[in-house]
């Protein structure tokens, strides 16, 4: 039952002090965002291959930078969901709280979260790959396709983690870091199938770390997960919060 879930991930969150939650696609469901691997998924309609790999970019940039710039378009349309606002409210209630979000949409900014570790990287920042130099993009739409390089003139890439790209090495140690020293992680939201962002869920387990999920699907991580919540994120996690300001 939801509601025995529900109670229980309170009770839990309740007795934690160090608390990591790891977001995937599905928090941004709500908001009108797609999601990849569901049935109206983006890799349903588009080859991951043709557009999310540093090979699709070097072999046609035009073609990867219309792909986001139409995924910006639809972004900015939407807002963020009271799961993102959930979230966001919850930051200053532990006394260590992290947000670890695979996701690029930067809707958990938008709705106030402050502390995230954005492991894939965020579609409204370009990078130089000459130079690297990071910078906030928020044309919609872009103004130029490809983008190039107010310094030096080269194509900007989007500052995006692709398929066969390392994760910037400080932000998956910080995020390992925190998901060891977690009394409790809750996976909101993701398939669990890319990695390493899926191996953070083990890595907590691993250290002691209660699991919870908010899934309306099983995943692989549903047999390690303690609490399995079967439902969506923008309902659960407000009446999670409500359960935890009962007390
Ligand atoms: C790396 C950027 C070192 C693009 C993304 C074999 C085994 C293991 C690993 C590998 C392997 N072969 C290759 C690898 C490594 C690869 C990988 O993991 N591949 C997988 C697919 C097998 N990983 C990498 O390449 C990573 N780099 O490992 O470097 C290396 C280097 C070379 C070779 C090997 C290793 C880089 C990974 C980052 C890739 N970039 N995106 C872009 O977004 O434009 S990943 C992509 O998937 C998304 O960004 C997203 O962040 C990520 C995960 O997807 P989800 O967020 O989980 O979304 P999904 O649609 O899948 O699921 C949504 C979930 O929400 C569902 O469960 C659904 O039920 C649920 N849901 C729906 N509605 C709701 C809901 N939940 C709650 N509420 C709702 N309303």
Redesign the pocket.
């Known amino acids: 039952m939801i509601g025995d879930g529900v109670k229980q991930a309170a009770d839990a969150l309740r007795a934690a002090r160090r608390v990591v939650v790891l977001?995937?696609?599905?928090?941004s469901?709500?908001s009108g965002v797609p999601?990849?691997?569901?049935p109206d998924?983006?890799?349903r309609t588009y080859r991951?291959e043709h557009?999310?790999t540093p090979e699709a970019f070097s072999r046609d940039p035009t073609l990867v930078w219309q792909w986001?710039d139409w995924?910006r378009g639809l972004i900015a349309k939407v807002q963020p969901n009271p799961?993102h606002a959930v979230l966001a409210r919850w930051e200053a209630r532990w006394p260590s709280f992290v947000l670890i979000t695979?996701?690029?949409d930067g809707l958990h900014p938008r709705a106030g979260s402050r502390n995230i570790l954005e492991?894939?990287?965020n579609?409204w920042k370009t990078r130089c790959p000459v130079d690297g130099t990071i910078r906030p993009n928020h044309d919609v739409p872009l103004a130029e396709i490809p983008p190039r390089c107010p310094f030096c003139g080269g194509l900007v890439r989007?500052h995006?983690?692709?398929?066969?790209?390392?994760?910037d090495r400080d932000t998956i140690r910080a995020a390992y870091t925190a998901s060891r020293a977690a009394d409790v992680m809750l996976v909101?939201?993701?398939?669990?199938?890319?990695?390493?962002?899926?191996d953070l869920p083990h890595a907590a387990c691993g250290t002691g770390a209660t699991l919870i999920e908010?899934?309306?699907?099983a995943?692989p991580l549903t047999d390690d997960a303690g609490i399995s919540i079967r439902?969506?994120?923008?309902e659960?996690l407000p009446l999670l919060d409500s359960y935890l300001q009962r007390g």
């Open positions: 977001t995937g696609a599905g928090i469901a709500e999601t990849f691997r569901g998924g983006l890799w991951v557009l999310a986001y995924r799961g695979q996701n690029v492991l894939h990287g579609i989007p995006i983690v692709w398929f066969g790209e390392s994760l909101v939201g993701t398939s669990a199938l890319v990695y390493p962002a899926a908010i899934n309306p699907d995943t439902g969506k994120a923008g659960i």
